[in-house]
């Protein structure tokens, strides 16, 4: 079964520290890339960073940073120096190199929540 | 610099009724998709489509129709509106390999 799963519901940081949000995912194809998405509350998706399953190395686009630990088939997002503005849902996807097409299976998301 | 496109923003309609949610994107990508958002439950995948008269089903597909006769639009059709059919609607595009630009979202509520 191909599944992404989220156990964060929510998440509160305070703003300027580190947090790690939660995606460990499990499927059978041995290729297969990872996606970070975030949702503000005026409701787009904005994608963050992502991660190919051979990439040796862990993905980082700015303050994020995806920590990809294949044998537990996980890949958490770390956000560095929190922001008010990083107030949103986050939601980790996977497409497996045998869908072949733009589907991605999604996660339930986890919502962060910054404070001063 | 319009990327995708999606209306309209917001729609209510009555059980029973039809619609088409428009897409339209710019970037001449290949793939496009539709997938919808309830709460909890993340996005699921409806429809999808990798070119030009080339359409499939994804993970929800009842309820819903698609064509792709340009590889700019792909609109979703709602054939007899249902409540179980309240959500919001995000339609994809992307090339191979690439991340999914998504459009702003269509806010459906069927009472």
């Known amino acids: 079964a191909q599944k992404i799963t989220q156990t964060q519901p929510g998440m509160f940081v305070q703003e300027k520290e580190a947090v790690t949000l939660d995606c460990t995912y499990d499927?059978?194809?041995?290729?297969?890339?990872l996606f970070w998405y975030k949702q503000p509350s005026s409701g787009e998706m904005i994608f963050l960073i992502y991660?190919?399953?051979?990439?040796?190395q862990n993905a980082t686009e700015g303050r994020y940073s995806l920590n990809f630990q294949k044998a537990r088939k996980s890949a958490n997002l770390v956000i560095s120096a929190s922001q008010l503005g990083d107030s949103a849902m986050y939601f980790c996807?996977?497409?497996?190199?045998?869908?072949?097409?733009?589907?991605?299976?999604f996660g339930t998301g986890t919502r962060l929540q910054v404070f001063p | 610099n319009a990327g995708v496109t999606q209306t309209p923003k917001f729609q209510v309609l009555k059980t029973g009724q039809s619609m088409t949610l428009q897409c339209a994107q710019d970037?001449?990508?290949?793939?496009m998709s539709w997938y919808r958002q309830d709460p909890g439950m993340g996005l699921r995948l409806i429809h999808y489509?990798?070119?030009?008269?080339?359409?499939d089903q994804g993970e929800v597909p009842n309820g819903y129709n698609v064509s792709r006769s340009t590889t700019e639009d792909f609109p979703l059709r709602l054939l007899s509106a249902a409540p179980s059919q309240t959500s919001v609607y995000f339609c994809?595009?992307?090339?191979?390999?690439?991340?999914?630009?998504f459009g702003n979202g269509t806010r459906l509520t069927v009472t």
């Open positions: 996807a996977m497409r497996p190199a045998s869908y072949n097409t733009d589907k991605l299976i």
């Open positions: 489509s990798v070119g030009a008269g080339i359409t």
């Open positions: 970037m001449n990508h290949e793939y």
């Open positions: 499927t059978s194809d041995p290729s297969y890339g």
């Open positions: 994809a595009s992307s090339f191979a390999n690439s991340p999914l630009h």
């Open positions: 991660q190919g399953s051979y990439d040796q």
